[in-house]
């Protein structure tokens, strides 16, 4: 696959060339997974569009990794079907996208991170985040929505005529289709952009994946649904959503937001899906995302026993007895889920992979007393 000549591009003294590696998967797919920078660690959940080679020199995605890579290891990676990775994806779901990153921070060795997800990849962070609360340290989103076309219960005709059109597009457009489909996504994608930003945008499609799997992750994106999964976030987190996005509408990104305990919303005000470099939007975006970044880095890790509140202690007090979940709920009057919601936070607190490690380590601690 051809690619444009690389554009040699720096951002203070980070040079914008990532290393690239490959990482295997659970069930033996072998992933692209692209490091800039240098620092802690920040991760970017997979999505779709993406060439981590391409996308370096990219007008359309430069400056995010630029920024991104400004004060940390910046690790991106192309999702299967996607860019570098393995092309060929015989099953798409939210499931196997979480499986996926689980393969990419587990094989880096990855202890605790702050974690990035961009469009598509914003539910798989959520789901990650929810499911691995004493991996990440800060969440940030951008475009993101909790449950999507195919997920929600609505039987609105007009939805499932969108679908129909954005499938069709996708099949026939991609590749070596017609550029005319093809720019029903630019479309989407682009309210506001120059002949010269829309041709490269056309250009991301042809290099990152083909007709098929672009319908295949559009089937699976529809099907997407963390309405549950969003409520169980305990890490901080910051949430951006253009007011004019035409592919992810801004409603949806405030729902997001909505969902996770504690989570600030930043509307920009912007047409396009992602902000480009030139615009205000990207600016407010930039000045919002440092302070939260830095935030993670100059407070670290707190102490366990300031950040346990008294209910996370009553039911790990609970959990240490050998109680279910439904035991503790109706022995504290709460709900089976809500045990589950202050677990996982206590988990987080005090940085344990499970229940019996959590338990080992407060008792340690004398919090169990």
Known sequence: MALPAPISVSYGRVP???????RTTADGAKLAVGTYGQGPPLVRAGTWLTHVEYDATSPLSAHWGEELA???RYIAYDSRGCGLSDRQVPELSLDVFVSDLEAVVDGLALERFPLFGLSMGAPVAVAYAAKHPE??????????F??????AKSSDPRVLEEVDVLLKSARHGW????????QVFVAKFMGNATEAQRQAFDERQRVSSTAEVAEQYLRAMFAFDVKDLAPQVSCPTIAFHSRGDQLIFFDQGRKLAALIPGARFVPLDSVNHVPFREEPAWQVLVAALRAFL???????????T??????????????????????????????PRTVEMHVSRALAALECANRAQAVRKAAALGLLD
């Open 70 to 72: 400004r004060r940390h």
């Open 306 to 335: 300031r950040a346990l509140t008294s209910r996370q202690l009553d039911v790990l007090r609970a959990v240490a007895r050998g109680l279910t979940d439904k035991e503790i709920a109706s022995e504290l009057s709460l709900s």
């Open 16 to 22: 914008l060339r990532p290393d690239i590696r490959f």
């Open 146 to 151: 909790h449950r999507s076309y195919l997920a």
């Open 135 to 144: 991996r990440v340290s800060r969440l940030v989103l951008h475009g993101g």
């Open 175 to 182: 590749g070596s289709g017609s550029p005319a489909l093809r």
């Open 294 to 304: 830095d935030e993670d880095q100059s407070t670290g890790s707190p102490s366990p």
